[in-house]
């Protein structure tokens, strides 16, 4: 599929999570700085929507259930975290956000 335009840039606040339908898939996207970072919705650890339960402050994402955190420009787990945050690719062109949008990003979850 390759690149997909997303959203428009003004769609997305910083510290905002706006979630998108893409191909059928939900895919959040939010803002630090200039930059965008689009990932799965679903929080790593037990699968809680992040739409719901994830915070942005200070380029970090939290997961309010447990609080793993991650930085979101590098996706790296913070703290009691221990998986690391899954993500798109992102540009930005012409005031829009588009990802690269191979396949839906998913993650192993333990029972
Ligand atoms: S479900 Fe998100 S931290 Fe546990």
Known sequence: M???RLCSAQEVATGGLTGIEIQGVKVLVTRVGDTFVAFPPLCPHMAEPLEISGVCADGMLTCT???WQ???QSGEPRGEAEKP???YPVRLQDGDVWIDFERELTYDYDD
């Open 2 to 4: 390759g690149w997909q």
């Open 65 to 67: 259930k447990h609080i």
């Open 70 to 72: 991650w930085e979101l």
């Open 85 to 87: 945050l899954l993500y």
